[in-house]
Each structure stands twice: as C-alpha cells, then as structure tokens.
C-alpha cells in the first residue's frame, strides 16, 4: 500500500513549523527564552492570534515545550554529566547539539545518540568554567563522563542475548577462536571516581554540592552489565580489564600472546592461574556471546 503524496501547501507548513520548533532559546537574560523575531514570517503570516496573545506567542509555546522536553530527556539520559556541569551550563551543550544534529527518529529516546562524540569534536582544548558554586570542570573529566552516562544508555538499551557457556568441544578451538562481546555489557575505565559519583546522583534531587573529586592515582575498570532491567558494577582488576579489551580485538591465542608481553616477570608467574580465574568470571558474567572461529 502507497501513501498519496501530500500537497505542496502541507509539506511547506511542516517545513516552517519545524524551523520554528528548533528556534534555539536565548539565554542572554539568564532566563530560557523564545526568540519570537527569528521565527519564519511565512508562518507568523499564517497563525492566528487568540484572546489578545498574537501569533508570535502563541508560536513560542510549542517554541518553549520543545526544548524544554528535549532537556528533560537528556538531562535523564546523561544524569553523572548535567550534575557535573550544572543544568543550565549542561543545557547550552545540549542546544549547541541539538542545533547541530537535530533529531531524526521517530524514537525520541534516540535523542541523545552522538552527544559524547559531539562534545568530543566541539569542546574547545580547555578546562569547561562553570556558574558559581561550581568551579572549572577538566576537559577530559566531562568527556569522560559523558561517555560512561552514554555506556548506559547503551547497556540499558541492548537487545536481550543469551551468554555463551563453553561447551566441552570448544575446549579445542578456543585459543584460535574470538570471544563475541555482548551488547548488554561495557567496559569502562575512569581517571576521577565518576562511577561512584553517578550512583550518588541517579535518583536523588540536583546536588549543588556535587564536586568532581580528586584524579585517581591510577585509571581505574569496571564492568557495567545488565540482568534484567537492572545495570550492575563490578570492579575489574587491571590487568583483568586489559585482558576483557584484548579479547574484543584479538583471538584468544593473541591476546594472551600481547597480554604476557606487557607484563613483568613476576606478574608471568601468576598470569596462567589469573588467566584461568578471569576468564572463569567473564563467562560467569555474561560477558560473551559466542565464539567464532575461522575455517
């Protein structure tokens, strides 16, 4: 069955609606407001005032409910990174990429989709200023949360899989095979406690006190997974994360092959048995769902 064509006047009033709609606010009052005079004059020509409102307000509702819904989203979906920065600093990241990728979907929970790698490419090389009481936010801090709120997303969104249970038989060709990660599943390594952080915040009102926290002395790996409708953190020893990595990359053969090389001489002591005891947890997990192995 085909539709038939809409007529040319439809398709032009859906055009200047929808520029009216993505009419980025102003914010030089401090205050989230419609910029009514930017707004197509074909449109403004065509909408009828009302109990004394003219055409232009009654324009800016719609105006005004579209940004702050597409707010509100986002703000859900990225909550470690808007506490960071703060609302209003966090809104005028997300208008700056609203405006440069509009939504496309019909699923507005695809909303968020490429922020952090927007915000990787548009922020500038420098530590983020922030409205008072919060200080300067590190470049890299922001980035990093952000991508751990999309992990997420991600991981919350995945379809449902079933993990891979060796079988006896594939005792054989595992060290030639590739261990297929599962999309419920994310490997995430922060440089600032933000895991924790994010734990704190996800459900509880804004923190103004919310504060960053000092760089960890080390990176440090966790495994976000999914059971159910519910997410879960395990912490991951270094060397175990390094291992998970490779193993997304690399046959089993080769990433023990790369693993063993990075190594110290007393770490190779106890590698075989570590060895043995991570990959045992990963399975026990979920973090797999297959092996594959080239003919």
């Avoid at 208008?95 to 922020?123: C, E, K, M, N, Q």
């Avoid at 060709?173 to 406690?193: D, F, H, I, K, Q």
């Avoid at 103004?208 to 395990?234: N, V, Y």
Wanted: charged share 25%.
């Amino acid at each position: 069955m085909t539709w038939p064509a809409s007529p040319a006047w439809l398709l032009e009033l859906e055009a200047t609606f929808g520029q009216m709609l993505r009419t980025p606010l102003s914010r030089s009052t401090l205050t989230l407001r419609a910029e009514t005079n930017a707004y197509p004059e074909a449109l403004l020509a065509q909408a009828k005032p009302s109990r004394g409102v003219d055409p232009a307000e009654r324009l800016a509702v719609y105006n005004r409910q579209y940004w702050f819904r597409l707010f509100t989203l986002l703000q859900g979906a990225f909550p470690l990174t808007a506490q960071l920065v703060g609302f209003w600093r966090f809104n005028e990241l997300a208008s700056d990429f609203l405006v440069a990728r509009p939504p496309r979907s019909w699923d507005i929970d695809r909303v968020g989709d490429g922020f952090a790698d927007f915000l990787s490419t548009a922020l500038p090389e420098a530590d983020l200023e922030l409205a008072p009481p919060r200080s300067s936010l590190p470049r890299a801090a922001l980035l990093e949360a952000v991508r751990i709120d999309t992990a997420y997303r991600d991981v919350f969104g995945a379809p449902a899989v079933t993990p891979f249970t060796p079988a006896l038989d594939d005792a054989a060709r595992l060290l030639s095979g590739t261990l297929r990660l599962s999309p419920a599943v994310a490997l995430l390594t922060e440089s600032w406690p933000l895991c924790e952080l994010r734990r704190r915040v996800v459900g509880h009102a804004l923190d103004e006190s919310l504060r960053l926290g000092s760089r960890l002395e080390a990176p440090r790996s966790w495994l976000l997974g999914r059971d159910g409708l519910k997410l879960g953190l395990a912490a991951l020893e270094p060397r175990e994360a390094q291992l998970i990595e490779l193993l997304t990359r690399h046959t089993v053969g080769t990433a023990l092959t790369h693993l063993e090389a990075d190594c110290s001489e007393a770490e190779r002591q106890r590698l075989p048995e570590q060895v043995q005891t991570w990959l045992a947890r990963s399975v026990r997990l979920g973090i797999w769902v297959g092996l594959e192995v080239e003919s």
